[in-house]
């Protein structure tokens, strides 16, 4: 069933993510760049606080971010082979365990499904001679978000921008038992400059070419609201826009269109600005980071994924 409401409602942090009435911790999302093979975290440039960890390093961050309060996160799985149009489930479903094991019901884990970090090419996409072959896609991303389910993610966050990507998804995941696992999709994601510092963390540079012709065209308002429609039509629990401060005008919008609660993707281009302008003493970074979380819950913003989660408690959130 694609539309199922219970889907939010079936744990103590997917309702705390949700609540309408309060801005709390509960409602920002930390994410995490497990890199297999890695021998010592690797700090990336910009992203404050924020470094490339093996499981062993990402398993004591993560213990540190509970005691900070933190308990939503979104992983990203770097596998340390890629192959060119298939994803290595085989890393991604190792530190999805190793999370679970450890921390239990203590975190909501939710896992971006993408191919781009996992493809010599690093398109999100199966490619034949450049070209998409949206099934085959559509097929590996389904795959994919199975077996993370099966690995322990509480949640999956596919941010490919294929046609027809949620409802595979939801099918495959309804279909081998995981009826109740949320889709918090990249609905609204623009082809953006603001994505540098991620595409080092998350190794997911495209080899050539560029990915204009799958993300939305930053002119386009009525192709970004059509793309999170669609998502919400095909079963999406939660929408999102990306970058989020250059999305602001979208958050109510597409909620109002289709009665879903829309997040904001404070990317990785965002959220290095303040950073840097810190470390020029141009703006007090601490205070700009708040700053910029308020204006988004007043844009109507349900939940922020932010590289500065783990600061919250400090900032008074």
Same mark, same amino acid.
């Given at each position: ?87 290595? @489930?085989?890393?991604?479903?190792? !530190?999805? /365990? ?5 921390? %239990?019901? $203590? *975190? ?111 002119? @386009?308002?009525?192709?970004?609201? !059509?793309? /999170? ?5 095909? %079963?999406? $629990? *939660? ?79």
């Amino acid at each position: 069933m694609s539309n199922r409401l219970m889907r939010l409602r079936a744990s103590r942090h997917l309702r705390d993510l949700c609540a309408e009435t309060e801005f709390t911790r509960a409602q920002l999302i930390q994410p995490l760049f497990i890199v297999e093979g890695l021998e010592h975290d690797e700090p990336i440039t910009g992203l404050r606080g924020t470094a490339r960890q093996n499981i062993p390093s990402a398993l004591r961050q993560i213990e540190r971010d509970l005691e900070n309060g933190v308990t939503q996160f979104l992983l990203f799985p770097v596998p340390g082979e890629k192959k060119l149009n298939q994803f290595n @489930h085989h890393f991604s479903q190792q !530190a999805i /365990s190793a999370i679970r094991r450890q921390f %239990g019901d $203590d *975190l909501c884990l939710w896992v971006d499904t993408c191919l781009c970090s996992s493809t010599t090419h690093g398109h999100c996409a199966v490619l034949d001679d450049a070209r998409i072959n949206l099934d085959a896609t559509l097929n590996e991303l389904a795959q994919a978000a199975l077996a993370f389910a099966e690995a322990g993610a509480d949640g999956i966050s596919p941010s490919d921008m294929m046609d027809g990507r949620v409802a595979r998804i939801r099918t495959r995941l309804d279909e081998g038992g995981f009826e109740l696992t949320p889709v918090m999709s990249y609905s609204t994601k623009f082809a953006s400059q603001f994505y540098g510092p991620f595409r080092q963390a998350a190794d997911s540079a495209p080899q050539f070419g560029d990915r204009r012709h799958y993300q939305i065209d930053v002119r @386009h308002r009525t192709d970004a609201l !059509a793309c /999170s429609e669609r998502c919400a039509e095909e %079963g999406a $629990d *939660l929408l999102m826009v990306k970058p989020g401060l250059t999305s602001l005008d979208l958050i109510r919008p597409i909620h109002e269109r289709t009665g879903r609660a829309v997040g904001a993707y404070q990317v990785s281009g965002e959220y290095a600005g303040l950073a840097l302008l810190a470390e020029q003493g141009l703006t007090n970074f601490d205070a700009a980071l708040r700053e910029t979380w308020h204006v988004f819950k007043r844009a109507g913003a349900q939940y922020i994924i932010t590289y500065g989660a783990r600061y919250a408690r400090q900032l008074g959130i």
